[in-house]
Structures are given as structure tokens and as C-alpha cells.
């Protein structure tokens, strides 16, 4: 009889050879896992700094994929990652497990359980870890852990195949610079990221790659609350100028008389308050990066400076005629329509074509699928660790009902309403629970997500809206990619699914999806 652990790890040494999407790969991975060990729920998660993130899961809440768990704040994960060895947790543990209220088809407590963690080393440093969960507390007793660890050297195979094919392998001391990059930019907090698995999420990653390792300016834009800052962050570390200053600017957020002194400084006595000289941004950035927020809000006399800063890298500050010399990167973002501000006088055509070198739209939430719900364990998990709470969940209602609202706030908006939701969700109680549910009632979008339902067409439940000047072609091209788009979020990327679910043939659905540009 053929051993489980050779059942189990065939698959995976087939798909070593295979290009497959991430996503694809690890998903495998831990289908192949439970094959080997049947459980409830078990996750993949990659060790970045002190923080757990979790890559693929299985048997657990789909937002548990957007959630960031600190080693610190979960003393179950940080006793796996402690050991070289598979670390088993008895019965009567009571270490407060990380997915308590998480695994899907337990509405209480997570009490008397098997749970099973193992590491994972790339080149033997260490990676990330394996975890698995039964609901039967004598599931893994029997478990050889030999078995496990050699499952485990496989799995760590398949890690290293996948950053090596999709190109995101680094040295370990490039982690170290970056890491300390994010921490100056983002002042001290660690490292903010762009968080999602949609097939939109995805090419906009792609596109962050791309124009990251070229010199060109960059203008982001989008709606607000869109997260065009994060973007921006993520170009420049993706870019040779990673070690050098991100330096940001808010445009909107300054008096007109102060913008230019701010962006390229001024000398002492240049006007009333000026008693001493100092640099300005640009000069602060010099070898890095420049972020303009709400670069539309500059005044007229203002851009034309900056055009010229733009053109030859020269400036001066205000009150002085020296000339500073600066190699900075531009990029640029705006929830303004920057052709039409052209066309009404309000923006320089010049500085707009110079700005717009890579036009770069960030989507809204509401065209991102379930990417929703990943954002939301972002916040919960945010809003856990802030809160002092043991474990905060969202009920599947509450996941339909975010699943169903139009976000016009987009990330913005959905990161307030985390909060809110779990400030009100706690008032309900005496004293704080173990778990805390956030209930669809807590989160106040019932009504407007009705509404929405009410709108939309029975036959797909996605309504067809025509823009102002749209023809019926550009309509129902817009549709079409909508559709296919979600269908291909639901099914993970595969297309044969996605064409079950839509009943069109695998091979029109190809030259369909290519015609319209999603492949």
C-alpha cells in the first residue's frame, strides 16, 4: 500500500516544473496537506519582521487572509516559529489560539481542539510556518512528525520555486534595508501594503513592478480613499531610489502662500515669519523620491515653478537667486480630472503632459471583489491587537452585507467603518467576551445595500449602468469585463471554472477576455 505522505507529495514535485500563479501554487500546497493530514483549517503564512501574513488558507474565514498577525500578540505562532521542530499544543493548552472564531462552521468558542505548527526555512533561514486545526482533539497523536517535516522540506521547495519564478526572491539584507526604508517612511509604524488577490488588485501590482524600475513620473490617479499614498510607496521601493528618502507632500493641505516655500524653501527674511533659512522638499528628497498628494490643488503661479524643476532639475528657493541642482523622482496623484482642469484653464497643459509620463489608475473598491473582505481582517486584526481583545471576527452576514455596499469612500471609508462597527459591537456587552462578533447590525449598511440589491438585475445580481456619452458597445464591454472579472476572483484564477460558471465555451471566453484586456 502506498504511504499517505507519497500520495500527498507526488502533486507537489509534478508542479515544481509547472509556471503556476502564486495563489495556484500554494493553494496545492495545502490541498495536498490535508490530503496527507485531514483537518478543519489549515493556512499557509510567510514571516516578514515580526509579522505573520497569511498567503493561502483553507477551512478559515476568507478575511483571515488579509489579517497581519503579530508575533508578539499571538504566543501560539511565536512558539512555532521558536522551533526547528513540528510543535504540537495539547488539548488543555490555554495559549489564546490566533484563529479563535475564525475556522469556518464554528459559530462559538475554539475550545478543545488539535492544532499542529510547523516551521518552514528557505536556505535555511527561516520563511514562514504551516499550521493546521481539527475540530477532533486526537487527530494529530498519531502523527509522525518526521513525516510532517519532510512534508514541510517539500513545502519550503515549493516556496522557493514560486518567488523564484514571479521574481520576488531578495537577498536577506535587501529585507533588511527595505524594512528599514518602510519604518522611515512610515514613521516607525513598519511597513504599510496594498493588500488583495482580485484580478484588478493583481494588475495593478504588475503595473507598481513595472513602472517602479523605470525612471519615469508617475501620476496616480483614482478616487479618494483609494490608497493612491500606498501606491506610491510601493513604486519607490520598488524602484533603484528604495534607499534614499520618500519624501511627502500634501498640496491641498497648505496655504497658498507657504506651497512654494514648502516645496523649494526659502532664505531668511524672504518674507514676514522667515527668520531663519531652510530646504525645501525637493532639496530634502534630492537622490530619492517626491510624493505630490492632490498635485491639483496647486496654484497657477506655483506649477509653473515646479515645470521648471521639472524640466532641469534646477530650483531656487524663495528670496534667493541661487540655483540648487536636485535628482529627484516625481510622483504625482490627484482625484481631479487633470485634462479637463487643462481644458477650464484651472492646471498648466505643460506641467500635465510632464506629470503624466505613466498614468497609473488605482480602482475603486467596489470593482475589487472580495478583496473587500481581506481589507476587513486587515482592520479587525488592527482593531484587536488596539483594543486589547482576544479574538474579533465578522459573521458571514456581516462579510454579505460588505460584499453588497458601493464603497463610494473606498478603503478609507471601510477602515473607519471597522472601527466603528467594533466600538458598537462592544457597547452590547458588560464585559469584554472572548470572541467578539461584528454582526451585520453593528456595521449600519443594511439599508443601503438593500437598496443596491433592489437596483440590480435578477438574471446576474450585477447591475448594468451606462456612463454619460457611453455607447451600448462600451456598455456592454464594461459589463462583460465586470462579470468576468468577479467570476474569475470567485474561482481563484481559473478560467475553466469561470467558464462553467458563465456556460460559454472555454475557447470564446479566451479570445473574449483577450479582446477586452483582462488576459
Known amino acids: 500500500m502506498t504511504h499517505p505522505l507519497m500520495l500527498s507529495l507526488v502533486p507537489l514535485v509534478a508542479d515544481l516544473s509547472r509556471e503556476l500563479p502564486d495563489h495556484e501554487r500554494y493553494r496545492r500546497l495545502l490541498r495536498s496537506l490535508r490530503q496527507f493530514l485531514p483537518c478543519d483549517a489549515v493556512a499557509l503564512l510567510k514571516l516578514e519582521d515580526d509579522v505573520l501574513v497569511p498567503l493561502s488558507v483553507e477551512g478559515l474565514s476568507p478575511d483571515t487572509l488579509g489579517r497581519r498577525f503579530r508575533l508578539g500578540e499571538h504566543p501560539r505562532l511565536d512558539l512555532i516559529v521558536q522551533n526547528r521542530e513540528p510543535t504540537r499544543f495539547s488539548t488543555d493548552c490555554e495559549l489564546p489560539d490566533p484563529y479563535d472564531g475564525l475556522v469556518a462552521g464554528v459559530h462559538g468558542h475554539l475550545e478543545v481542539h488539535d492544532c499542529l505548527g510547523c516551521p518552514l526555512f528557505v536556505q535555511d533561514a527561516l520563511w514562514g510556518v504551516i499550521t493546521l486545526d481539527s475540530l477532533d482533539p486526537a487527530r494529530f497523536g498519531s502523527v509522525d512528525l518526521g513525516d510532517l517535516q519532510a512534508f514541510a522540506s517539500l513545502a519550503a521547495a515549493t516556496v522557493m520555486a514560486s518567488e523564484r519564478i514571479s521574481h520576488l526572491a531578495r537577498s536577506v539584507e535587501d529585507q533588511r534595508q527595505l524594512a528599514e526604508v518602510y519604518k522611515r517612511a512610515a514613521g516607525g509604524r513598519g511597513p504599510r501594503e496594498l493588500i488583495g488577490q482580485s484580478a484588478v488588485h493583481r494588475r495593478l501590482q504588475q503595473e507598481i513592478q513595472l513602472v517602479g524600475n523605470s525612471p519615469l513620473t508617475v501620476l496616480i490617479t483614482g478616487e479618494t480613499g483609494v490608497g493612491k499614498e500606498l501606491v506610491a510607496e510601493a513604486i519607490h521601493l520598488q524602484s533603484p531610489r528604495a534607499q534614499r528618502a520618500l519624501i511627502s507632500l500634501n498640496c491641498a493641505a497648505l496655504p497658498e502662500l507657504l506651497v512654494e516655500s514648502e516645496l523649494f524653501g526659502h532664505v531668511k527674511g524672504a518674507f514676514s515669519g522667515a527668520v531663519s533659512g531652510r530646504s525645501g522638499k525637493f532639496e530634502l528628497a534630492d537622490g530619492g523620491t517626491i510624493f505630490l498628494d492632490e498635485v491639483g490643488e496647486l496654484p497657477l503661479p506655483v506649477q509653473s515653478t515646479l515645470l521648471r524643476v521639472l524640466q532641469n532639475g534646477q530650483l531656487q528657493r524663495v528670496g534667493s537667486d541661487q540655483e540648487h ?36 489608475v488605482v480602482p475603486p473598491l467596489r470593482e475589487r471583489g472580495r478583496d473587500v473582505l481581506l481589507m476587513a481582517g486587515y482592520f479587525l486584526e488592527e482593531n484587536r491587537a488596539r483594543m486589547g481583545l482576544r479574538s474579533l471576527r465578522i459573521s458571514p452576514e456581516a462579510q454579505a452585507v460588505l460584499l453588497g455596499y458601493s464603497w463610494p469612500g473606498n478603503v478609507r471609508e471601510l477602515e473607519h467603518l471597522i472601527s466603528r462597527a467594533v466600538l458598537k459591537a462592544l457597547s452590547g456587552h458588560r464585559e469584554r467576551p472572548r470572541i467578539l462578533t461584528i454582526e451585520a447590525s453593528a456595521l449600519g449598511l443594511e439599508d443601503e445595500v438593500s437598496l443596491a440589491a433592489a437596483a440590480a438585475p435578477l438574471s446576474t445580481g450585477t447591475p448594468l449602468l451606462m456612463k454619460s456619452g457611453q455607447g451600448l458597445k462600451e456598455a456592454v464591454d464594461g459589463f462583460q469585463t465586470q462579470l468576468i472579472n468577479e467570476a474569475l476572483d470567485r474561482h481563484n484564477g481559473k478560467w475553466a471554472d469561470v467558464a462553467r460558471e458563465l456556460n460559454v465555451d472555454r475557447a470564446n471566453l479566451s479570445r473574449l477576455a483577450k479582446r477586452l484586456g483582462i488576459r
Open 325 to 360: 541642482q536636485v535628482d529627484v523622482r516625481i510622483i504625482a496623484a490627484t482625484n481631479r480630472d487633470l485634462a479637463e482642469e487643462v481644458r477650464a484653464g484651472r492646471f498648466r497643459a505643460d506641467l500635465y503632459h510632464r506629470l503624466s509620463v505613466y498614468p497609473l
